[in-house]
Each structure stands twice: as C-alpha cells, then as structure tokens.
C-alpha cells in the first residue's frame, strides 16, 4: 500500500517508517512531501531511493494552489494514507477533503496536553513529571485530531534525555500505528 511522509526537518522518523516498511507487507513509502527544500530529511530519501516533491510556500500565492498539487502528485502515486512526520504547517481542506481520515500525525506530548510547537520545551516549563506520544488522525485544528494511540514518557533528566527518550518511543511507536490502522486493527 502506498503511502505519502511530510516531513519539514531532521527526517528521523521518516527514516524509522521507511526502515521498517521491510517488516512484513503493509506500506511502501513511495514519496516523501517537503516544505523545506535544505531539510537533511530530503537527503535521507535520496538515499533509500524515494522520490522527493519538496517545494516553497513563498514560491505559491496560496495554501490551495501548493495543496492541489502536492494532491496531484498523490494521486500520481496512487497514495492511500498520509503520514506526517515533523511537518510544520497546518493541513489545509484541499487535502482534508482528499484523503478524510487518512492522515495521521506524531506529537512529542500527551495530547491534548501541549499542543503546537515546542511540546518537549512547554512540558519542561511545566515541570511535569510525565509526559509522553500521541498518534492521532489529523483533522482543521492544530495537533486536535482523534487519538489513536499515547505512550507516556518520564521526565527523568535535561531536555537532551527526554528528547532521547520520546524520539525513541515514537521511532517504534508510529511504524506500528500506521500498519495497524493500515490493515483496519487499530482505530481511534
Ligand atoms: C517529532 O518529535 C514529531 O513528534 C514532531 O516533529 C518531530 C519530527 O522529528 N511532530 P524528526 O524530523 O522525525 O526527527
């Protein structure tokens, strides 16, 4: 089954999902989406032989027009889900629409604790004792969707180590969230 990685950043859980698509046959990552065009993550699909459409916001006058042709270049793919993996933007209705409740989204907290940008950071001020994963389907709002699933993290030490500790957690965590839900085991 095909399936589409926004991802804006360092790429590590691209990387994750692509690494364990091998596990069994569920997904294929077959097009990594990207609004950054010097993210290191655009350099990982290289690597595994992904096909990249990576573009400007500024280069569009608008979400809809930069929306419908990433939704052409889906539809080229025959993409089934979309996975969202440190994509920094807020998904607009031409693709809402397209793919309704086939988008999934990873946040570094316990939803709907610390939503937004920063969540690590937000937790850390708060000084929470746990904090945590959520995979949940994205919906209009900001990190708001239902929720699929929540792992929680203890805060034992400085913004390193929890940064560590949940990228660790969502490294296995969202492969096998999106295959569940692929193969219609897991729902919200
Ligand atoms: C992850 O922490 C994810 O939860 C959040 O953005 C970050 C992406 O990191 N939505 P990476 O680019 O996958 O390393």
Redesign the pocket.
């Known amino acids: 089954i095909p399936i589409a990685v926004f ?1 804006s ?6 990387e994750a999902l692509v690494e364990r698509a091998g596990e069994g046959p569920t997904y294929n990552v077959s097009l990594l989406v990207c609004d950054q065009p010097e993210a290191a ?1 655009i350099e990982k699909a290289r690597r595994f032989g992904i096909d990249v459409f990576s573009f400007r916001s500024k280069d569009y006058p608008d979400k809809a027009t930069f929306e419908s042709e990433i939704l052409q270049k889906l539809r080229d793919k025959s993409i089934e889900w979309c996975v969202l ?2 994509y920094m933007r807020l998904i607009g209705p031409t693709l809402l629409r397209a793919y309704e409740g086939k988008i999934f ?4 907290s316990l939803l709907p604790a610390f939503p937004g940008k920063d969540a690590i950071g937000q937790a850390l001020d708060a000084k929470v004792k746990v904090t945590g ?1 959520t995979v949940h389907f994205v919906d209009e709002g900001m990190d708001t969707g239902p929720i699929i699933e929540q792992i929680p993290v203890r805060i034992e030490g400085d913004r390193t180590r929890l940064q560590h500790d ?2 660790r957690v ?1 490294h296995d965590l969202y492969p096998t969230v999106v295959k569940q839900c692929i193969k219609g085991e897991k729902a919200t």
Request: avoid cysteine; hydrophobic fraction near 40%; aromatic fraction near 6%.
């Open positions: 991802a950043g360092s790429g590590s859980n691209f993550v993996a440190g989204n990873i946040h570094p994963v949940i990228q969502e």
